[in-house]
């Protein structure tokens, strides 16, 4: 199993950014892929997950309303569009896959 997010980057605040996670090694489209983000001195948390044919999502209620993720199975890829983004979005963000298997982030800082 093999994660790998790309995307990450230098933003100012209202800025948007997409994160994408390919992922290869296992049947991609019969898992729930989730986005986790952890910040400097802060635990791993819960941004975003997504269920193998895309029909439920949900969400942090810190990112409710400005993140979006969505997934092509075709491409075996997971995407978090992120969208009026705030400098405490500032983290590295880690694609997840059931049984632990994470990629190996890539970081998001939101500053002017």
């Known amino acids: 199993v093999q994660l790998v997010e790309s995307g990450g980057g230098l933003v100012q605040p209202g800025g948007s950014l997409r994160l994408s996670c390919a992922g290869s090694g296992f049947t991609f489209s019969t898992y729930t892929m989730r986005w986790y983000r952890q910040a400097p001195g802060k635990e791993r948390e819960l941004v975003a997950g997504?269920?193998?044919?895309?029909?439920?999502?949900d969400y942090a209620d810190t990112v409710k309303g400005r993140f979006t993720i969505s997934r092509d199975n075709a491409k075996n890829t997971v995407y978090l569009q992120m969208n009026s983004l705030k400098p405490e979005d500032t983290a590295v963000y880690y694609c997840?896959?059931?049984?632990?298997?994470w990629g190996q982030g890539t970081q998001v800082t939101v500053s002017s």
């Open positions: 997504i269920s193998s044919d895309s029909r439920y999502k």
């Open positions: 997840h896959r059931f049984g632990g298997f």
